[in-house]
Every structure is written in structure tokens, then in C-alpha cells.
């Protein structure tokens, strides 16, 4: 009785793996929504990092640092601004929300201080580094490019991760809850822009 129930589970493991096979184009609505969320989050972060520079200024030692992740960001923001062209796919309606919460969090994060604006990037790109990890799971090989750039933008996410971690941003007070607040925040608005 055992050794049948044994060969019945072999045999619908292989039929799953055919099924698997013979799919290897990505489904169109997955597509989408990985597309507008990005797209969504990357223009969040040029916002975020937008506000930051507003308060530190472009000019002073962190405005240098935090300038080079927006200049990623802007790089970033400007491939997902071509790919929602090139797979026709309807950007977030929630663009203006995200326009005026992105600045608002960095500005008021740089008003709380250097450190903390750092611990909003570790926060933020801990969010975004971990999804664009997730998303390369679920694109097949007919989206190879696309992998590949989210990828290389995960790298630079987690570069900027780090450069947060570099500048004190754990020192800073209420690091854990500051942190905490923002992850459920960037979730929360991923959660959402898939959809809106
Ligand atoms: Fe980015
Ligand atoms: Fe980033």
C-alpha cells in the first residue's frame, strides 16, 4: 500500500515538471506588476533622496554621498520610465501620492538629522533590495533582460544599504523604531502600487 502511494507521488512530480517547462514565458499580469511597482519605487527613492538633499544641500559632505545614490536612482527611475513604454504597462495612479510622500520622508528624516536619514536608506533600500530579489524568482527566460537589470539595480540597492550602515545610521536615536515605521511604510506602498 505504501510503495503505491510512493510511485503515484513520482509520477505527479514529473507531470509538474513538464508543466513547468513548456512555461517559460512570463505571465503578462506578473510582468505588469513588476513594472509598475519598480517603476513606482524608484521614483519614490529619487524623491526620498530629493528631500534629503533639499535639507543637507547639494554641497556638504553627506549632500555628496546621498548625491550618488540619487544619481543611481535617476538612472534607475529613467529604465523603468522606458520599459513601461516598450511593455505598454499603465504606470501607478498613486504617482502623485508617492511624489509628495517620498520628499516629505526624506526632507523630515534630514530634519531629524544626518543619522537618521541614513537609517531611512538602510531601511528603505533593505525593503527594495530584498523585493527586486524576490522579482527575478518570478520573471522566466523569456524576460532574461529584465532579470539581468533588476539584478545589477538590486546590487546598486544594497550598495546604498550599506552606505547607510557606513554613516551611522544604526547610531541613530530611535534607530529601530525609525527603521521599523519605514519598512512597513515601503511595503505597505508596494503592496499597493502593484495594483493602483
Ligand atoms: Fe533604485
Ligand atoms: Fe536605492
Known sequence: MALKKKKTKKKSLKKKKTIKQSAASTDKSILDQIIRVDHAGEFGATRIYDGQIAIFGRNS??????????DQEQEHIEKFNELLIEKRVRPTALLPLWNVAGFALGA??????EKAAMACTVAVEKVIGEHYREQQG???????????TIAKFEKDELEHHDIGLEHGAEKAHGYKVITKVIEFGCKTAIAISKKI
Open 61 to 70: 559632505k553627506i549632500g555628496k554621498t546621498i548625491q550618488h545614490m540619487a
Open 138 to 148: 518570478l520573471l522566466e527566460d523569456d524576460e532574461k533582460e529584465l532579470r539581468k
Open 108 to 113: 523630515g528624516t534630514a530634519l531629524m538629522g
